[in-house]
């Protein structure tokens, strides 16, 4: 088992930042493909950004580019989302996914461990 708890999610204004961080537990950090997804209200559960667990290769999704930055810390067992350019369109509960030395980034069903999620509002 995989535990996954997420944080730094909150209220910020458009065109702020945020870095959310996500602390795992219980199984080798470094074997597990780390990602990011977020779901508004209303929608359905999307990718965002993942980083192999060799931490040699990132994606994120296209209307991300340039603004959010994956990046993990295998030292201390956590995966980080830096987000620049916030928009109010990113309101969302953000959460990290774990997959077993994974390729499959984007496929949400590829991830066996998820966290609970930290709610991220950006206001207009």
């Known amino acids: 088992q995989v535990q996954l708890v997420e944080s730094g999610g909150e209220l910020v204004q458009a065109g702020g930042s945020l870095r959310l961080s996500c602390a795992a537990s219980?199984?080798?950090?470094?074997?597990?493909?780390m990602g990011w997804f977020r779901q508004a209200p209303g929608k359905e559960r999307e990718f965002v950004a993942a980083?192999?667990?060799?931490?040699?290769?990132?994606s994120c999704t296209n209307s991300v580019k340039g603004r959010f930055t994956i990046s993990r810390d295998n030292a201390k067992n956590t995966v980080y989302l830096q987000m620049n350019g916030l928009k109010p369109e990113y309101t969302a509960l953000y959460y990290c996914?774990?997959?077993?030395?994974?390729?499959?980034?984007?496929?949400?069903?590829?991830?066996?461990?998820w966290g609970q999620g930290t709610q991220v509002t950006v206001s207009s």
């Open positions: 219980g199984r080798p950090f470094s074997d597990y493909t």
């Open positions: 980083i192999r667990w060799s931490g040699d290769y990132t």
């Open positions: 996914a774990a997959q077993w030395r994974g390729a499959s980034y984007s496929a949400a069903d590829k991830y066996a461990y």
